[in-house]
T-cell receptor, first 119, second 112 residues
């Protein structure tokens, strides 16, 4: 069965600290996608990144970086020099990516990590 | 601007009442989804639709109904059979290949 675990329920940091959000997944599929979404206090989920299981390159986007390691089934998300605007709940998710997935790719969601960045 | 809109932002339901949540997208996406989010829980899939006039039950479809008469619209009705409807409801859509789901701002449903 597919499963996504975000072991950190809540994290609190002081502004400018670096913080890493952990995501561990389980799947029997050889082809899959991994996602990170941000949910600020307003409630809307904002898409941050999608990673294909064949692409293990780390990615950096500004202060955000992602470390994908198939060997440990992890897809961790690091925020460098955190800011108050980074305060949100962050969700990791997993979906099938193979040809049998069709036009609907059901997302398996972690329970989220609530990040509080204090000034 | 392209995007997904949901209305209303807040909705109040009386006992025994059916209420309908609106979801509209102008992204020309084929697939649309409804999720329910409760405090401390992840998102749970209620219904999804891959194409007009077709939809499938998700993990928690009981007490809910949907329609997909137009590509742009995927309204969700919370029926009186749903005994615990208080939650945050999120609508999403995805385009060709359905790789990434994009979300609307959500509707918060409260029971009076």
């Amino acid at each position: 069965a597919q499963k996504v675990t975000q072991a950190q329920t809540e994290i609190s940091v002081v502004e400018k600290e670096d913080v890493t959000l952990d995501c561990v997944y389980e799947t029997r599929d050889t082809t899959y996608y991994l996602f990170w979404y941000k949910q600020p206090p307003s409630g809307e989920l904002v898409f941050l990144i999608r990673r294909n299981s064949f692409d293990e390159q780390n990615e950096i986007s500004g202060r955000y970086s992602w470390n994908f390691q198939k060997s440990t089934s992890s897809f961790n998300f690091t925020i460098t020099a955190s800011q108050v605007v980074d305060s949100a709940v962050y969700f990791c998710a997993l979906s099938e990516a193979g040809p049998d997935a069709g036009n609907n790719r059901k997302l398996i969601w972690g329970l989220g990590t609530s990040l509080a960045v204090n000034p | 601007d392209g995007g997904i809109t949901q209305s209303p932002k807040y909705l109040f339901r009386k006992e025994g009442q059916n209420v309908t949540l609106s979801c509209e997208q102008n992204l020309n996406h084929d697939a649309m989804y409804w999720y329910r989010q409760d405090p401390g829980q992840g998102l749970r899939l209620i219904y999804y639709s891959q194409i007009v006039n077709d939809f499938q039950k998700g993990d928690i479809a009981e007490g809910y109904s949907v329609s997909r008469e137009k590509k742009e619209s995927f309204p969700l009705t919370v029926t009186s059979a749903q005994k615990n409807p208080t939650a945050f409801y999120l609508c999403a859509s995805s385009g060709q290949g359905a790789k990434t789901q994009y979300f609307g701002p959500g509707t918060r449903l409260l029971v009076l």
